[in-house]
C-alpha cells in the first residue's frame, strides 16, 4: 500500500512539472484524456464484468455534442463541455438499457452493433460535418475568467478534472455499491438471489461509465479543437480495450499506464514505421491475451502478492499447527 | 408502370434482389460464426478478415499464378481454411477453458493484424477482379434485368448454406458434431477425437467466409477493410437470429438483407443502420434472438 501512495505522489509531481520539463502538453493532455476513456471502460469491464464493444460511441459522440454547441451555438466552454458529458450519459442509458438483457459474450457484440450505430448516425447526420468532423473549435475561456488558449492553462485544466475522475472512479468502486458490482462480477445468480436488482446497478455503471466517456471526449475534442469520425468508430472502441487490458483490467492504475503506452506507441510509431501501427496493435492484443491477462500493473500485483505469500509461509513457525 | 404504395415496381424488386445478395454473404458469414461459436465457444472476430483475405487470395490466384474463378473458389477457402487450422492449434486452442471474452478479443487483435499487413501491401485503395466469362451477360425477366452473376451468387450461397446445414442436422457426422458441442468429455469417451473435430470445425467455419470473399470479389473493390464493417453487420444478424441455431443464421441473414435493400427503397438515409435498429427491437421484445433458446 506504502508503495502505491509514493507512486502516486511521484506521478501528481511529475503530472504538476510537466509544463517545465518541455513535454509537449497538448500531448500530456490528449494522453490524459484517453486515460480517463480508458479509466471508465475500465469501470464497466474491470469492477462490473461487462465488455463494451462499442464505448468510442460515446467517447465521439460527447466530442461533437460539445465541438457543435461551442461552433455552431457560441455557447461556453463549461456548459459545453457538461451538456456533452451529459448527452454521452443519456446515450448510454439507452444503448446500456437494450444492451444489459444480455451478458457476456452477447451483451459485447450488442454493444459493438449499436456503436456501428452511432458511427452512422454521426456520418450522416448534419451537425457532424461528416468525413470533414468538426474543426477549428476554439478553447475559449473558463467561466469567462481564465482563458484557455495557452496550453499550460489548458494542461493544468485538465489535470485538475482527471485527477477528481481518477480518485471519484476509486471513491465509486471502494463504496457499498462497487462491491455489489464486483459481487455481480463474480457470480450474477448469486447476486440476484441475494434480493439485489441487478439490471439497475448494471445500468448504472453503464451510464457512470459512458458519462465519464463522454467527458474524455469532450475534454479531448477541446484540446484538439477538432471531433472527428474518427473519435466514434470501432477502431477507438478496440484501442480502448487495448488500453484496459494491456495496463492492467481492474486495477487503478493499469488503464492510465496503457493509455500511456498505446498512446504514446501510436505517436512515435506512425513516423517510424507508418502504415505498419494498425498491424502491431494487432499484435500487442494478440501477445495480451496469450501470454498476460492480467495486464502489466495485474502481474505486477500479482507478483508482489505471490512474494508476500511466500514470506508469510516462510515466517510460519515449524511444528505449530 | 406498377407501383407499390408510390415506389416503381422496378425499382423495388431491384432492391430486393441486390438486398438478398448481400443477404446471401450474411447467411454464409453467420453461418460460419455460428457453428464456431457451437462448437467452440467463441465469436470469431476474425471473420471478416478472413473473408477478406479469401477475396484477396482469389486475387492473388488470378494475377500471380493463373488460377482462374472456378479454382479459387475451390482453393482460396482452403488455404484459409488451412491458417485458421495453424491460427486454432497455435492460439486459440489454449483459451477454451477461458471466459470466451478471452477469444473475442484475440481473434480482435488477429482481424486487425490481417488487415494491417493487407494495407500496408495493397494499400487502401481497391483492386477489382472480373466476372468470370461464364458468368457474364444479364437474365431479361421482363419486369427488371438480373445479371447473372448476382444470380449465381444467390444460388451457390443457397446451396452452400442449406449443405451446411443438412451435413450438421441430417448426418452421423453432424451427430457427432452436436454431441460434442453438447459433452465433449463422453463424446472423447466414445473414442471419437473430439480436439481434432473441434480444428476441423473452425478450419471449415473460415473456409465457409473466404468462400463468401471469393464469391464476392467480382462483385465488389477488394480492399483490405472491406470485412471490418461488415463483420458488425454479421454480429448483429447472429444476435437478432440467436446465437448457435444454424437455421436461424441462415435465414435472418437473408431476410435482413433483403429488408435492407426495401430500407434502400423506403428511406436511403438509414439503410446503414436498420439491422442494427432491428436488432435493438428483437432484443427489447425477445432477448435471446428470434430463433434462440436460452
Known amino acids: 500500500m506504502r508503495a502505491s501512495t509514493i507512486g502516486y505522489t511521484l506521478c501528481i509531481l511529475l503530472a504538476l512539472a510537466v509544463p517545465a520539463l518541455g513535454i509537449y502538453p497538448v500531448f500530456a493532455m490528449q494522453l490524459m484524456c484517453f486515460a480517463m476513456f480508458a479509466c471508465a471502460f475500465n469501470l464497466l469491464l474491470g469492477f462490473s464484468g461487462m465488455l463494451s464493444f462499442g464505448h468510442a460511441a460515446y467517447f465521439g459522440f460527447a466530442s461533437y455534442v460539445t465541438s457543435w454547441l461551442i461552433m455552431a451555438h457560441r455557447w461556453d466552454t463549461v456548459e459545453s463541455i457538461v451538456t456533452g458529458t451529459v448527452a454521452a450519459g443519456l446515450l448510454g442509458l439507452v444503448v446500456g438499457a437494450i444492451a444489459i438483457r444480455r451478458q457476456g459474450i452477447y451483451f459485447a457484440m450488442i454493444t459493438l452493433a449499436l456503436g456501428q450505430l452511432v458511427y452512422f448516425v454521426c456520418l450522416q447526420a448534419p451537425f457532424t460535418g461528416g468525413e470533414n468532423g468538426i474543426q477549428g473549435v476554439p478553447r475559449g475561456s473558463l467561466l469567462g475568467l481564465v482563458s484557455l488558449r495557452p496550453d499550460v492553462h489548458m494542461y493544468y485544466f485538465v489535470l485538475v478534472i482527471f485527477v477528481a475522475v481518477f480518485l471519484f472512479i476509486r471513491r465509486i468502486v471502494h463504496s457499498p455499491y462497487g462491491y455489489v458490482l464486483k459481487a455481480i462480477r463474480e457470480n450474477e445468480p448469486r447476486a440476484i438471489s441475494l434480493g439485489y436488482h441487478v439490471d439497475r446497478y448494471k445500468l448504472l455503471a453503464f451510464v457512470l461509465s459512458a458519462t465519464i466517456a463522454g467527458l474524455a471526449g469532450s475534454l479531448k475534442a477541446m484540446t484538439l479543437g477538432l471531433s472527428t469520425l474518427s473519435d466514434v468508430n470501432a477502431g477507438t472502441s478496440g484501442e480502448v480495450i487495448l488500453m484496459t487490458l494491456l495496463g492492467g483490467t481492474g486495477t487503478f492504475f493499469g488503464p492510465v499506464l496503457g493509455a500511456g503506452i498505446v498512446t504514446s506507441l501510436q505517436q512515435y510509431l506512425s513516423g517510424v514505421v507508418g502504415d505498419w501501427v494498425t498491424a502491431i496493435i494487432g499484435a500487442i492484443f494478440v501477445a495480451c491475451v496469450m501470454l498476460f491477462r492480467r495486464g502489466i500493473i495485474g502481474e505486477v500485483l500479482a507478483w508482489q502478492q505471490r512474494r508476500q505469500a511466500g514470506r508469510a509461509a516462510a515466517q510460519q513457525p515449524v511444528g505449530r499447527a | ?294
Open chain 2, 1 to 294: 408502370m406498377t407501383e407499390i404504395f408510390g415506389y416503381p415496381l422496378p425499382v423495388i424488386l431491384g432492391q430486393l434482389m441486390l438486398g438478398l445478395v448481400n443477404g446471401s454473404f450474411y447467411a454464409m458469414l453467420s453461418l460460419g460464426l455460428a457453428v464456431i461459436f457451437g462448437l467452440l465457444g467463441v465469436v470469431n472476430f476474425a471473420h471478416g478478415a478472413l473473408y477478406m483475405l479469401g477475396a484477396y487470395a482469389a486475387y492473388v490466384g488470378l494475377n500471380l499464378l493463373g488460377i482462374n474463378y472456378w479454382f479459387a473458389l475451390l482453393l482460396s477457402p482452403l488455404a484459409v481454411g488451412a491458417l485458421g487450422i495453424v491460427l486454432e492449434r497455435l492460439l486459440l486452442r489454449h483459451l477454451y477453458k477461458l471466459d470466451p471474452l478471452y477469444g473475442l478479443l484475440l481473434t480482435f487483435g488477429l482481424a486487425l493484424m490481417a488487415e494491417g499487413v493487407m494495407s500496408n501491401h495493397y494499400g487502401s485503395s481497391g483492386q477489382s477482379y472480373p466476372v468470370p466469362g461464364a458468368l457474364q451477360g444479364v437474365f431479361n425477366l421482363g419486369f427488371m434485368i438480373l445479371p447473372i452473376y448476382r444470380a449465381w451468387v444467390i444460388v451457390a450461397s443457397l446451396v452452400v448454406c442449406f449443405t451446411t446445414w443438412f451435413v450438421i442436422e441430417r448426418t452421423r457426422l453432424g451427430s457427432t458434431l452436436r454431441a460434442a458441442t453438447e459433452n465433449p468429455k463422453l463424446v472423447q469417451a466414445f473414442g471419437i477425437n473430439v480436439p481434432i473435430i473441434v480444428m476441423a470445425t473452425y478450419g471449415a467455419g473460415v473456409g465457409l467466409a473466404a468462400f463468401a470473399g471469393v464469391l464476392s470479389a467480382p462483385l465488389i473493390q477488394i480492399t483490405p477493410l472491406m470485412g471490418s464493417s461488415l463483420v458488425i453487420v454479421v454480429f448483429a444478424v447472429v444476435v437478432i437470429g440467436g446465437m448457435g441455431s444454424i437455421f436461424g443464421s441462415i435465414v435472418s441473414g437473408l431476410v435482413l438483407g433483403m429488408v435492407e435493400g426495401l430500407t434502400k427503397v423506403v428511406y436511403p438515409e438509414a439503410s446503414n443502420v436498420v439491422v442494427f435498429l432491428i436488432m435493438a427491437l428483437v432484443l427489447m421484445w425477445r432477448p435471446a434472438g428470434l430463433f434462440g433458446r436460452t
